[in-house]
Protein backbone atom coordinates (compact mmCIF):
# COMPACT_ATOMS: atom_id res chain seq x y z
CA UNK A 1 0.00 0.00 0.00
CA UNK A 2 1.02 3.51 -0.94
CA UNK A 3 -0.43 6.91 0.10
CA UNK A 4 0.45 10.01 -1.57
CA UNK A 5 0.19 13.43 -0.95
CA UNK A 6 0.60 16.67 -3.61
CA UNK A 7 2.26 19.79 -2.29
CA UNK A 8 3.20 22.84 -3.97
CA UNK A 9 1.18 24.14 -6.45
CA UNK A 10 -0.53 27.94 -6.50
CA UNK A 11 -0.72 31.24 -8.77
CA UNK A 12 2.09 32.10 -10.73
CA UNK A 13 2.89 34.13 -13.61
CA UNK A 14 3.77 32.81 -17.03
CA UNK A 15 7.79 32.62 -17.28
CA UNK A 16 7.98 31.77 -13.41
CA UNK A 17 8.54 28.22 -11.60
CA UNK A 18 6.70 26.05 -9.42
CA UNK A 19 8.31 22.74 -7.95
CA UNK A 20 5.68 20.54 -7.20
CA UNK A 21 6.59 17.63 -4.29
CA UNK A 22 5.06 14.25 -4.00
CA UNK A 23 5.33 12.13 -0.68
CA UNK A 24 4.66 8.55 -0.23
CA UNK A 25 3.97 6.32 2.72
CA UNK A 26 4.54 2.46 2.22
CA UNK A 27 8.32 0.81 2.33
CA UNK A 28 7.90 -0.28 -1.00
CA UNK A 29 7.96 3.25 -2.34
CA UNK A 30 11.33 2.98 -3.48
CA UNK A 31 10.27 -0.06 -6.02
CA UNK A 32 7.42 1.78 -7.47
CA UNK A 33 7.16 3.98 -10.80
CA UNK A 34 5.80 7.71 -9.78
CA UNK A 35 4.18 9.74 -12.89
CA UNK A 36 2.76 13.32 -12.49
CA UNK A 37 -0.53 13.77 -14.61
CA UNK A 38 -2.68 16.59 -14.65
CA UNK A 39 -6.28 17.69 -15.95
CA UNK A 40 -7.68 21.13 -17.01
CA UNK A 41 -11.38 21.96 -16.82
CA UNK A 42 -13.43 20.49 -19.53
CA UNK A 43 -10.07 18.57 -20.55
CA UNK A 44 -8.84 14.97 -20.45
CA UNK A 45 -6.38 14.06 -18.29
CA UNK A 46 -3.10 14.15 -19.27
CA UNK A 47 0.05 12.90 -18.65
CA UNK A 48 2.91 14.92 -17.92
CA UNK A 49 6.33 12.78 -16.61
CA UNK A 50 7.13 9.82 -14.99
CA UNK A 51 10.71 8.13 -13.25
CA UNK A 52 11.13 4.69 -12.60
CA UNK A 53 11.74 3.59 -9.05
CA UNK A 54 15.78 3.73 -9.15
CA UNK A 55 15.36 6.64 -10.82
CA UNK A 56 17.43 5.20 -13.93
CA UNK A 57 14.50 5.90 -16.65
CA UNK A 58 12.88 9.02 -17.16
CA UNK A 59 9.70 10.14 -19.80
CA UNK A 60 8.38 13.07 -20.56
CA UNK A 61 5.06 14.15 -22.77
CA UNK A 62 6.17 16.65 -25.62
CA UNK A 63 4.15 20.01 -24.12
CA UNK A 64 6.57 20.00 -21.31
CA UNK A 65 9.89 18.51 -22.67
CA UNK A 66 13.04 20.74 -21.43
CA UNK A 67 10.58 22.79 -19.38
CA UNK A 68 9.92 20.34 -16.38
CA UNK A 69 12.08 17.82 -14.57
CA UNK A 70 11.31 14.84 -12.62
CA UNK A 71 13.63 13.30 -9.65
CA UNK A 72 12.95 11.68 -7.30
CA UNK A 73 14.85 11.39 -3.43
CA UNK A 74 13.88 7.52 -2.17
CA UNK A 75 15.70 8.28 1.36
CA UNK A 76 12.92 10.72 1.50
CA UNK A 77 10.03 8.89 -0.01
CA UNK A 78 9.50 11.97 -2.54
CA UNK A 79 9.15 12.73 -6.05
CA UNK A 80 9.78 16.13 -7.13
CA UNK A 81 8.47 17.91 -10.30
CA UNK A 82 10.23 20.92 -11.23
CA UNK A 83 8.30 23.16 -13.39
CA UNK A 84 10.03 26.26 -15.35
CA UNK A 85 9.03 28.80 -17.84
CA UNK A 86 5.01 27.84 -16.91
CA UNK A 87 2.81 28.71 -19.45
CA UNK A 88 -0.92 29.33 -19.13
CA UNK A 89 -1.71 26.05 -20.79
CA UNK A 90 0.01 24.66 -17.77
CA UNK A 91 -2.75 25.30 -15.82
CA UNK A 92 -4.54 22.45 -14.00
CA UNK A 93 -4.43 20.33 -11.28
CA UNK A 94 -1.62 18.00 -10.96
CA UNK A 95 -1.84 14.80 -9.63
CA UNK A 96 0.89 11.67 -8.79
CA UNK A 97 0.82 8.49 -9.17
CA UNK A 98 2.73 5.07 -8.01
CA UNK A 99 2.40 1.98 -9.49
CA UNK A 100 4.79 -1.15 -10.28
CA UNK A 101 5.22 -1.41 -13.94
CA UNK A 102 6.80 -4.08 -15.83
CA UNK A 103 5.42 -2.60 -19.80
CA UNK A 104 7.32 0.39 -20.16
CA UNK A 105 4.26 2.45 -20.58
CA UNK A 106 5.68 5.12 -18.33
CA UNK A 107 3.17 8.07 -19.36
CA UNK A 108 -0.22 5.46 -19.23
CA UNK A 109 -2.11 6.31 -15.80
CA UNK A 110 -3.57 2.93 -16.77
CA UNK A 111 -0.27 1.51 -15.33
CA UNK A 112 -0.63 3.45 -12.09
CA UNK A 113 -2.40 1.94 -8.66
CA UNK A 114 -2.16 4.53 -6.58
CA UNK A 115 -3.23 8.22 -6.78
CA UNK A 116 -2.50 11.65 -4.64
CA UNK A 117 -5.40 14.04 -3.61
CA UNK A 118 -3.87 16.43 -6.26
CA UNK A 119 -2.94 19.77 -6.27
CA UNK A 120 -3.70 23.02 -8.23
CA UNK A 121 -1.41 24.91 -10.21
CA UNK A 122 -2.37 28.44 -12.27
CA UNK A 123 -0.49 30.41 -14.42
CA UNK A 124 -1.64 33.65 -15.40
CA UNK A 125 -0.96 35.21 -18.41
Known amino acids: QVQLVESGGGLVQAGNSLRLSCAAS????????VGWFRQAPGKERESVAA????????DYTDSVQGRFTISRDNAKNTVFLQMDSLKPEDTAVYYC??????????????????WGQGTQVTVSS
Open 51 to 58: ISGSGGTI
Open 97 to 114: AAGLIRSGRWLDPLEYKY
Open 26 to 33: GRTFSVHA
